[in-house]
């Protein structure tokens, strides 16, 4: 079904050959080779449940290839983005515990550059919210997680309350590792779901948690960010805010689990190793500033 769709786009010249990519969570995507070179194509739908709305990640493809940091998109239709094929290696997360520095430019750069690019009207990502919207979800749905809820949302709000005053960016969102390539030269971004208006803070949290950084490699990232060592209070946020991301990542698997089928994907499994991960998160976390307040 997915090799008719693809063959039904209007964009091709001549016949394809085309064959899957592997690592997907949500979305399906294939390389595609035709006449004019090499293609990928990226298969979704969109996921009110998640906030992703298709017209709007192919709006912020383009803003971020017009600001120089994702490949072009060549054709949107039916759900299905083509974009343009880099000769690009995928990251790790070692990848970006070896280069915080890179990693922190380029998101600098990112927030400054991409606001000049979008268009439409504005998005807001505030994951706090997605974090309330989630726990709505699985509270309806009857999810097998439901039970633990309340914690969760105890949880975000001690991380919420410990947040600072930013400048508004408009950032990434979901930078799991494998949304990072390597060309060589440079790095790239990919996959812009739930990119939008909100807090730096995320973006960089994110970035670190989902890599596992140390506390040394994370430092290293603020530094290269921020241009100076954050101070006590920066500091505390950003700790709060990698087990916020670490939390909005098990919600999403746990709302997946309802909602989304992808091959080789057991989502209540990575929604219990972001858990696992999270309570790690949160013991640092104890450790350096205590207990909330009863």
Known sequence: ???????????????????????????????????????????????????????????????????????????????????????????????????????????????????????????????????????????????????????????????EAAQVPLPIVFGHHDLLPANFLDDGDRLWLIDFEYAGFGTAMFDLAGAASNAGMSEAEAMRLLIAYFGAPPDAALLRAFDAMQCASLLREAMWAMVSELYLSAPGVDYAAYARENLARLDEALARYRGTYGDPAP
């Not at 990112?110 to 807001?124: C, M, N, S, Y």
């Not at 994951?127 to 975000?156: K, M, N, Q």
């Open 1 to 159: 079904m997915s090799l008719d769709r693809l063959r039904a786009l209007t964009c091709w010249q001549g016949e394809i050959a085309a064959e899957p990519l592997l690592g997907g969570l949500s979305n399906e995507s294939w390389k595609v080779t035709d006449a004019a070179g090499v293609h990928v194509a990226r298969i979704g739908a969109d996921y009110p449940f998640h906030h992703v709305e298709r017209a709007r990640e192919a709006m912020v493809a383009r803003a971020a290839h017009a600001a120089g940091f994702a490949p072009r998109v060549e054709h949107t239709e039916g759900g299905i983005m083509v974009s343009a094929f880099l000769a690009a290696r995928t990251w790790g997360a070692e990848d970006l515990r070896a280069a915080p520095e890179r990693v922190g430019a380029l998101l600098r750069d990112f927030h400054r550059a991409i606001p000049g690019e979008v268009t439409g009207p504005g998005f807001i990502f505030w994951v706090f919210h997605v974090i309330r919207d989630y726990a709505a979800t699985l509270r309806r749905a009857g999810s097998g997680f439901a039970g633990e809820v309340p914690r969760y949302l105890r949880l975000a709000a001690e991380m």
